[in-house]
């Protein structure tokens, strides 16, 4: 009783997905997502066995319809499920048993498969995949998250709405660069779940994005961020003129405790992001 996006950025490789329900931590249960070997949405009387068992099947060679035969050959319930897979090869499948209340369905293209139940109508669908198909130079949470609110704005579960979540893997996008795992944001019992995704998804991008682009600190700011680091409590004083190595120390401390060490950079360079954040969180011009 769900309405989901499978997807797979074709530049980057990388995979996700997003889900949104009348149903507590939707999250919990329906996305599965491993990089490098696919993703899966398992919902509608949800059998969780479909995610780890569709990226084992998807990491041994089969395509995504090969596993959604398999699954539609082996599950007695079938008549009941609902699901949608993307491979790392971006091949994809979606899946609605007969018995899936109405309104069901989902539609299934290069590099995404869409589908839900219980759904306002087939315009939920049709809006996700309009959505889809506007973004593609949008980072895949970006992409996945715009056709969901997108289906939401169109009905999405007719019940109402309770929960949301994403998903989404890639090389190295996790943190620090030491895992996949990248983004895992749930809304699980909310008013307004897509929304309060997007908020979360700002807040993920704020701290957890690496800098895109870097600079010197100007002098004005150098001095700036001195005084905040003495008036804060990580140094008893510093030096004024160029970067130094207690600046570099105490500055670094700052980043940690704000949970910036994503977009710290050394040597006096600075990420504008993280600045501009800092400038507002203290009070700054410049």
Do not use: K
């Not at 068992?53 to 990491?59: D, M, T």
């Not at 682009?213 to 961020?225: A, F, H, I, V």
């Amino acid at each position: 009783m769900t309405f989901s996006i499978v997807g797979r950025d074709a530049r980057t490789g990388d995979l996700g997905v997003a889900v949104a329900s009348m149903f507590l931590a939707v999250g919990a249960l329906v996305p599965f997502v491993q990089a490098g070997v696919g993703a899966v949405a398992t919902q509608s009387y949800v059998n969780p066995t479909f995610g780890p068992e569709g990226l084992r099947l998807l990491g041994s060679g089969l395509d995504a319809p090969a596993v959604s035969a398999h699954f539609q050959a082996t599950d007695p319930g079938i008549a009941q499920r609902q699901f949608g897979l993307v491979s790392a090869g971006g091949g994809s499948a979606t899946f609605s048993g007969p018995d899936c209340h109405a309104w069901a369905g989902g539609y299934a293209g290069p590099d995404v498969a869409i589908q839900g139940n219980i759904l306002a109508g087939p315009g939920v669908v049709t809006a996700m995949r309009a959505a889809w198909e506007a973004g593609p130079d949008l980072p895949l949470p970006r992409r996945l998250l715009a056709a969901l609110i997108a289906g939401d704005a169109a009905g999405g579960d007719r019940r109402g709405r309770q929960s949301a979540a994403l998903l989404c893997a890639g090389p190295g996008r996790g943190y620090g660069g030491l895992t996949d795992d990248w983004v895992n944001l749930r809304a699980d019992d909310h008013a307004a779940p897509c929304a309060e995704l997007a908020r979360l998804l700002d807040i993920h991008d704020l701290l957890f994005t690496r800098p895109e682009s870097t600079r010197p600190l100007m002098p004005e700011q150098l001095d700036w961020l001195r005084a905040l680091l003495v008036r804060q409590g990580y140094a008893t004083a510093l030096p004024a003129g160029p970067w130094d190595a207690d600046t570099e120390a105490a500055a670094w401390a700052l980043f940690g405790t704000e949970n910036l060490e994503e977009r710290w950079v050394p040597g006096g360079q600075v990420d504008p992001v993280a600045l501009a954040y800092l400038q507002q969180r203290y009070g700054a011009e410049g």
